[in-house]
């Protein structure tokens, strides 16, 4: 248990560096609470001294000043709460957006394969719930452990200077409380962490469910995912009632300790009072401050448990922070030869996925010309889109090196390496933007001319004209108001409008018929001469209209030819191309 409570203190500690900026707010906002506070404590008393003196005396002369520093008591506590919230509500906010902006940039930085691993709704989970959760602490929580224990302390001397015996019964009955809030802090924090996990796989298949609502209606798969969000559903309700098990087992305690102390103030206060060794003032005093300590005793469990959900939402955000950014840019970057010619070349390329057995490249050897658009072809799964991945390091090789103009290019800063070389993906991803937006993503600053540029090498100008809003239209989450084809000459456009040296196609031209595909083609070699191009081919006639293939079999490039060469020469390449044409026909 004690390990548990240092680990929750070790990683609320973290906080340190986003509240440091904040600090003076957060202190003033601390004090403001301490002096609301004792006001209130102020009262109880104020009024021993009402009980004990005009209304014991029967004289009420005095009786006017003392109900007016009970109301300017009263006042100042109201004050300084709005205080307290004036001066930390924008603070914790700030801490929150500061968090976030973190967590979005460093999700930039982090390489493919960590998004490969990780459940989109996981992430989002972090990004949004959990740092709600660590501002709703920073702003309420964080505030009042601190300022409650300091009045508990304080109201506990209160009480021992009204009367020792009085105060020791409050104090017999506190202590129990305080040793069973720590006790249910750690059952507390592991139900918490289980329920923001849960909560964060819910929200996967939500996401899931909503970008794949086509396919699932088209297969009737509907009730299969309702069935899989339903028993998750339920998981995470058990998971919540069992939190609530605990804060009210947790809640009783709290509910009957001082309620105890409270009768037994009574108790021997009445006893006292007739003895003699009491006043009725002091009684009803040392009862009025016990009950103003109600929240501040009783508010420990549930201050702590924050604070458990809030560490909770910590490890799961330092989870993704704590992950370490495997590609980046060198201290030195090499800069690259100008004009940048666009020779690439792979020299022993070995790939290995983290945590693989098995290499997926295994000794890749391949030279583009500057200017030559190479073909790659292959078996499904033999490592095409690896090797695409390597040019503008989205992934980095394991062994040998990738070269552009002789500069390996983890020597090169990724941003220069980037605007050299133009990436379209297989799979079409368009935002919820609009067309300009979209294909301007593919490099800083360009203006419109450029834009349309790009759309007419894609041959992409004439629909989107038609749009209701040309350019300005917002094309919807992931384009899907577009074919197929529609996103795919998109993505391509956004992939040439930075006129890149080295273009990257992992077989982006899918969705596109053929006569299509080959007009994209062939702008592409007339518009921009002099690109070297990488293009994932699976279809013979994009395979034709490149300069060479190179054929990539079990991690290694087998051949390298003309398609005539190859296709005369090369019965591995014969077979993959008659592959294509039985896919091709099928499709």
């Not at 440091?20 to 202190?27: E, G, Q, S, Y």
């Not at 409270?262 to 009491?278: E, M, N, T």
């Not at 290995?352 to 190479?374: F, I, K």
Request: proline content about 5%; overall charge neutral; hydrophobic content about 50%.
């Amino acid at each position: 248990m004690s390990e548990e409570r240092t680990s929750t203190a070790a990683t609320v500690r973290r906080l340190w560096p986003y509240l440091k900026p904040v600090r003076t707010p957060i202190v003033l906002a601390m004090v403001a609470t301490l002096l609301a506070m004792t006001c209130g404590l102020g009262i109880p008393l104020i009024t021993q001294r009402i009980v004990d003196g005009p209304i014991a005396a029967r004289d009420l002369s005095g009786l006017p000043l003392l109900v007016g520093l009970v109301v300017l008591l009263g006042c100042a506590e109201a004050g300084l709460f709005y205080a307290r919230r004036k001066l930390i509500a924008g603070p914790a906010a700030g801490v929150e957006a500061r968090m976030r902006a973190e967590l979005y940039h460093h999700l930039q930085d982090l390489p493919v394969s960590f998004h490969d691993r990780w459940q989109s709704g996981q992430l989002l989970s972090r990004a949004t719930t959990d740092l709600t959760q660590v501002r709703r602490f920073v702003g309420f929580a964080l505030i009042f452990l601190v300022v409650n224990s300091l009045v508990v302390v304080l109201g506990l001397g209160v009480l021992f200077w009204l009367s020792p015996v009085l105060g020791g019964i409050v104090l017999a009955s506190t202590l129990p409380l305080v040793a069973l809030s720590y006790l249910f802090e750690s059952r507390f924090k592991v139900v918490a962490r289980r329920a923001q996990d849960q909560s964060g796989d819910l929200t996967t298949v939500v996401e899931e469910s909503v970008l794949g609502i086509r396919v699932l209606k088209a297969f009737g798969r509907g009730p299969h995912l309702t069935g899989r969000f339903l028993r998750q559903a339920r998981e995470l309700r058990e998971t919540e009632i069992a939190k609530v098990r605990v804060f009210a087992a947790l809640w009783a305690v709290l509910i009957v300790l001082p309620e105890l102390g409270i009768a037994g103030q009574l108790a021997f206060g009445a006893v006292g009072i007739a003895d003699g060794a009491v006043t009725v003032g002091t009684l009803v005093a040392a009862v009025t401050v016990s009950a103003y300590l109600r929240w501040p005793v009783d508010s420990i469990g549930w201050l702590l448990a924050e604070t458990n959900s809030t560490a909770s939402a910590l490890e799961r955000y330092f989870e993704v922070v704590d992950t370490p950014v495997a590609i980046t840019s060198p201290a030195e970057p090499v800069p690259l030869p100008s004009p940048v010619r666009g020779h690439v070349r792979f020299e022993g390329v070995h790939f290995r996925h983290p945590g693989a057995e098995h290499e997926v490249l295994r000794g890749v050897d391949l030279e583009l010309r500057p200017g030559e658009t190479v073909a790659l072809v292959g078996a499904t799964g033999s490592g095409k889109t690896t090797v695409t991945a390597l040019v503008p390091r989205l992934a980095d090789v394991t062994r040998g090196r990738v070269t552009v103009d002789g500069v390996d290019v983890r020597d090169l800063d990724l941003a220069e390496l980037r605007r050299v070389v133009g990436t379209a993906f297989e799979e079409p991803i368009l935002f919820s933007a609009s067309v300009t937006e979209n294909v301007a993503l593919g490099a800083a600053g360009v203006d419109e001319a450029r834009v349309r540029e790009a759309l007419r090498v894609a041959r992409a100008e004439e629909f989107v004209d038609a749009l209701p809003w040309g350019l300005d239209t917002r094309i919807g989450e992931q384009g899907l108001s577009l074919s197929g084809g529609q996103r795919q000459r998109l993505a391509l456009a956004r992939a040439v409008v930075g006129r890149p040296a080295v273009l990257v196609l992992d077989d982006p031209l899918s969705a596109l018929d053929v006569h299509t595909e080959a007009e994209v083609e062939a702008a592409l070699r007339r518009v921009l001469k002099g690109v070297t191009a990488l293009v994932v081919a699976h279809r013979p006639s994009t395979v034709q209209l490149a300069d060479r293939v190179a054929v990539l079999v079990d991690g290694r490039i087998a051949a390298v030819g003309t398609h005539a060469q190859l296709l005369d020469g090369d019965p591995v390449y014969r077979h993959l191309l008659a592959t294509m044409d039985d896919e091709e026909v099928a499709a």
